[in-house]
């Protein structure tokens, strides 16, 4: 099985309606954890999960999924509401995953040393860049991720004290010792939506706690 799982919030729904064109077909279920509440215009083949129970997940809404199959075995994708996912992108993401037996993205970084901005202290793999070759990073980019269920499942998504999933899920995957593989694509591979406002925007005061979770996972990995 192949599950897509999205969060967003309000502001972005033409965003998310765009993206969810972009992977129509490509999965079994496409979930959407929605910070907010009444989602009436998302289509009826998306399931739909707001926050009226759990509350305000942030980015990491899209691990509250992980609790919704049992031990169901399955590839589990992440994704985000501002990028347009090409069309063999599950298929892709699945022969990666078999190839290379681990957790795979196409944006991430690789952790140079300990007190570095993490922004501009740290190699970056970007997902709209062009990326020739496969490397092992760190930290793995959450909104272009897959893995499969029976090597790693992150209960995470309560962990929202970091509006950031990329780092709260690379301090799991450290813990937890699984290697993370950026995949080699070009900088067409994806397209962008340009939304008005990001996490990315919205955690660039927090440098010093930012440099503080890049340190732990250094410290975890020694």
Not at 84 to 106: N, R, S, W
Request: glycine residues 6%; contains cysteine.
């Amino acid at each position: 099985m192949r599950t897509a799982n999205i969060a967003s919030f309000p502001s972005r729904e033409k965003c998310l309606l765009t993206m969810l064109e972009s992977i129509k077909g490509q999965f079994d279920r496409v979930n959407v954890y929605w910070n907010g509440t009444d989602p009436e215009f998302i289509p009826d083949w998306v399931h739909v999960t707001t926050s009226a129970i759990d509350g305000d997940l942030t980015d990491l809404g899209k691990f509250r999924f992980l609790t919704h199959y049992g031990n169901i075995a399955q590839y589990y994708f992440t994704l985000d509401d501002d990028l347009i996912y090409p069309p063999t992108y599950a298929d892709d993401m699945v022969a990666a995953i078999d190839h290379h037996g681990c957790i795979v993205t196409h944006h991430g970084r690789k952790l140079l040393g300990k007190n570095r901005k993490y922004y501009s202290g740290h190699q970056l793999f970007r997902c709209l860049g062009d990326n020739p070759d496969d490397a092992d990073v760190d930290v793995g980019g959450t909104g272009v991720m897959a893995f499969h269920t029976d090597y790693f499942r992150p209960m995470i998504w309560r962990d929202t004290r970091m509006k950031m999933a990329d780092l709260v899920f690379a301090v799991a995957a450290a813990e937890n010792e699984r290697q993370i593989v950026c995949l080699a694509h070009s900088a067409e591979y994806f397209g962008y939506l340009k939304p008005t406002n990001t996490i990315h925007e919205s955690e660039q005061h927090n440098q010093q706690r930012l440099t503080d979770v890049a340190n732990r996972i250094i410290e975890i990995k020694i």
